[in-house]
């Protein structure tokens, strides 16, 4: 499957963006997915995961409340809607997705494809 990444640009501090992530070849929904964000100078940190068909989301303590995942496998689409952005959401986002579940969501390595990711700057 490849992933495209989109959404991301420069918000005010307390302003939205939702964030898209567009699949092809396999069907989107065969895959478990997440995303992801990495800061300057940081690793990589878990965001937030949703099942196959959205059943079961998941969500870092900083994301839960603010952060909202899902998904349209009709139109092979993961999205992330982000509310309330704080500067420290400032990152590169990426989505991931992982094909073969091992229930480990909030897990980098056991995704397998990743988007190129989609910067987004929070300006206070």
């Known amino acids: 499957v490849q992933l495209q990444a989109s959404g991301g640009g420069l918000v005010q501090v307390g302003g939205s963006l939702r964030l898209s992530c567009a699949a092809s070849g396999r069907p989107l929904s065969t895959y478990y997915m997440g995303w992801f964000r990495q800061a300057p100078g940081a690793e990589r940190e878990f965001v937030a995961a949703?099942?196959?068909?959205?059943?079961?989301?998941y969500y870092s303590d900083s994301a839960k409340g603010r952060f909202t995942i899902s998904r349209d496998n009709a139109e092979n689409t993961l999205y992330l809607q982000m509310t309330s952005l704080k500067a420290e959401d400032t990152a590169v986002y990426y989505c991931?997705?992982?094909?073969?579940?091992?229930?480990?969501?909030?897990?980098?390595?056991?995704?397998?494809?990743w988007g190129q990711g989609t910067l987004v700057t929070v300006s206070s």
């Open positions: 991931a997705a992982e094909y073969s579940f091992t229930g480990k969501v909030r897990s980098a390595p056991e995704y397998d494809y």
């Open positions: 949703i099942s196959w068909h959205g059943d079961f989301t």
